[in-house]
C-alpha cells in the first residue's frame, strides 16, 4: 500500500504563505506522480499541481500558476506545495494524492487551509 500524511494547513491573511508537505511511505517504488487537489466549499476536487516522480515534470492550475510551487524531496519522499501570495479564493481543503502503478490513486486525510482576514 501507499500512505499518505499531510502538513501545514491553517489560517494566513490575503497576501500570505504557507507551505504544505506531503510525506509518503509505503510502495514508494510504485509511486509515479504525486499531486495537490483541493476542495472549497460547494465545490469540486480540483487539481491544483502535479509533479512527476522524478520530479523533471510539473504543471499547475491556471488559477495558481506564478504563485504556487510544487517540488519534491527524494531524500525524504516528500512533496511539498509552497504557497505565496494567497487570496481568499485559494481556501478549500488540499488533499495529497499519489498515483501508484500497483495500487492506484491513493489519497491524504487533507488539510485546512483559510484565507482570511
Known amino acids: 500500500q501507499v500512505q499518505l500524511v499531510e502538513s501545514g494547513g491553517g489560517l494566513v491573511q490575503p497576501g500570505g504563505s504557507l507551505r504544505l508537505s506531503c510525506a509518503a511511505s509505503g510502495s514508494i517504488f510504485s509511486i509515479y506522480a504525486m499531486g495537490w487537489y483541493r476542495q472549497g466549499p460547494g465545490n469540486q476536487r480540483e487539481l491544483v499541481a502535479a509533479i512527476s516522480w522524478s520530479g523533471d515534470s510539473t504543471n499547475y492550475a491556471d488559477s495558481v500558476k506564478g504563485r504556487f510551487t510544487i517540488s519534491r524531496d527524494s531524500t525524504k519522499n516528500t512533496v511539498y506545495l509552497q504557497m505565496n501570495s494567497l487570496k481568499p479564493e485559494d481556501t478549500a481543503v488540499y488533499y495529497c494524492?499519489?498515483?501508484?502503478?500497483?495500487?492506484?490513486?491513493?489519497w491524504g486525510q487533507g488539510t485546512q487551509v483559510t484565507v482570511s482576514s
Open positions: 494524492n499519489a498515483a501508484s502503478s500497483r495500487y492506484g490513486s491513493r
